[in-house]
């Protein structure tokens, strides 16, 4: 196999199924060598099975890529350490790391449990965070020891991390986290030769059940609008040496992509040097947001 990341070392976690599945098997088909991670978790993240990642495994092997199982726990500290060392040991380097892994608990913030905002935090959020910094120390001291590094780092927010989402706060505060360590990553991480992307994908996986279309109910003859497989070449791209962009958000679905704009300043309304009177605040209020644009509404309402 020969492609845009050809002999580049990609881990890509939450690979079993779904987005990652896609991924990993694009970062194949494109030259990579693999490191297929997968707990084999169900969708609310009970249970474990090695068979979702073997399979994808088996599958880039049997078409004639490379790749290797790994059954990490990403958010947990020691393991996402693991992990890495796992690449790096197989196959002498590390170069693209795509932290996808996640599950939902989706309940409205007024019943949701402590349990519930705390799983779905840190196997989102933590388990971005544990990996990739796991992985750019490894990258910093190839460049302290003079090496030339060309790393990359794609992590997987959320619509509902950009906008909100009813019915799912702990998912949304926790890709929303995720979007500010992408500029937090990108901007510290850019001296040792990290460049650190996000994307917000549209499609159909196992979290989404119950809201798109199954695939059984694509023709066969027709284009699959929400199949995993149309984000991946885009994921593919911000993990390759050829990616000259760091710290940006990117929407994709189908067949379109986008970049997202965050939190921006908005106008300004000043009184001078002074401390504003309590009488004051509302009309400031009002016209600072008469002159900036509306957000977006939530996802469900």
Request: net charge negative; glycine share 10%; proline share 3%.
């Amino acid at each position: 196999m020969t492609g845009q990341c050809q002999d580049r070392v990609v881990i890509v976690t939450g690979a079993g199924r779904g987005l990652g599945r896609a991924h990993a098997l694009e970062f194949a088909r494109q030259g990579a060598k693999v490191l297929v991670n997968d707990l084999g978790v169900d969708r609310d993240g009970t249970g474990e099975s090695r068979s979702p990642a073997q399979q994808v495994v088996d599958e880039i092997c049997s078409a004639g890529g490379t790749a290797e199982v790994n059954d990490a726990d990403v958010a947990d500290w020691d393991q996402a350490k693991i992990m890495i060392d796992q690449a790096v040991e197989t196959w002498g380097r590390l170069d693209t790391l795509v932290c996808n892994a996640g599950f939902l608990r989706d309940r409205m913030l007024v019943n949701m449990s402590e349990e519930e905002w705390d799983a779905v935090v840190r196997v989102h959020l933590k388990g971005h965070f544990a990996p990739a910094r796991h992985a750019a120390a490894y990258w910093r001291d190839q460049t302290k020891a003079g090496e030339e590094v060309t790393a990359r780092v794609v992590n997987t927010s959320s619509g509902a991390g950009l906008l909100g989402s009813i019915g799912q706060g702990n998912y949304a505060a926790a890709k929303a986290g995720i979007a500010t360590l992408t500029i937090q990553q990108a901007a510290e991480w850019g001296r040792y030769g990290v460049q650190v992307n996000a994307i917000a994908p549209d499609a159909r996986t196992r979290m989404t059940e119950g809201i798109f279309y199954s695939s059984d109910d694509v023709p066969s003859d027709e284009f699959d609008e929400k199949d995993p497989a149309n984000a991946s070449p885009l994921v593919v791209w911000l993990g390759s040496a050829e990616c000259d962009v760091t710290g940006r958000m990117f929407e994709i679905t189908c067949g379109e992509l986008n970049v997202c704009d965050g939190w921006q300043h908005g106008k300004v309304v000043s009184v001078g040097n002074r401390r504003y009177d309590a009488t004051e605040i509302a009309s400031a209020v009002y016209e600072s947001i008469a002159a900036t644009p509306k957000p977006a509404p939530v996802y469900g309402t």
